[in-house]
């Protein structure tokens, strides 16, 4: 099986930049990566047969890092039980830029307060890049993340999504 990742130009450079990113991708989950810098592409292949599973995850590090996350950050999918949970602005309120960017407003907060808050309430580590919003955790944190900014982008107030937080919190 072979993977086929698309990152933008710009995140690109950040996975190129050390050499130790794509080695160390590669030595974590027995692949081999081939860099398209043209089509901006990056082709994920087993090393070993039936190692699907080892390539995906290699795919999750490389979407992660092309939709913002650091490579520090990115290589917490490699562990068990972590998840990438990558929400479509767009698919909640459309293609407005103005309005792509209000509700980019409302996710962050001041100074990143909101953002921040989720993260830290939930456990995970949330990019937002371009038209999206990206979570990195444990499944069930990432998922409870995911509906806190969900609800954001659907227009509930903050005080709703933090205590949405904290009921979803105390089932975990």
Known sequence: MVAHVKIPKERLRVLLAGKDTVQNIE????????????????????????NAFEELRAADVVKAI???????TAFRLL????????????E????KKN????????????HGK????????????????GKTVSIIGKAENALLAQKAIETLCNGSMHSTVFRIIERGAGKL
């Open 79 to 90: 562990e068990e039980d972590a998840i990438l949970v990558v929400i479509d602005i767009t």
């Open 27 to 50: 030595a974590a989950t027995h692949t081999k990566l081939e860099v398209n810098r043209d089509t901006e592409e990056v082709e994920i292949l087993e090393q070993e047969k039936g």
């Open 92 to 95: 909640f309120i459309g293609k």
């Open 99 to 110: 309005t792509i960017e209000r509700i980019k407003g409302r996710i962050i907060g001041t």
């Open 114 to 129: 909101s953002k921040r808050r989720i993260a830290d309430m939930t456990n995970t580590d949330i990019v937002v890049y």
């Open 66 to 72: 092309g939709r913002g996350f650091v490579a520090k």
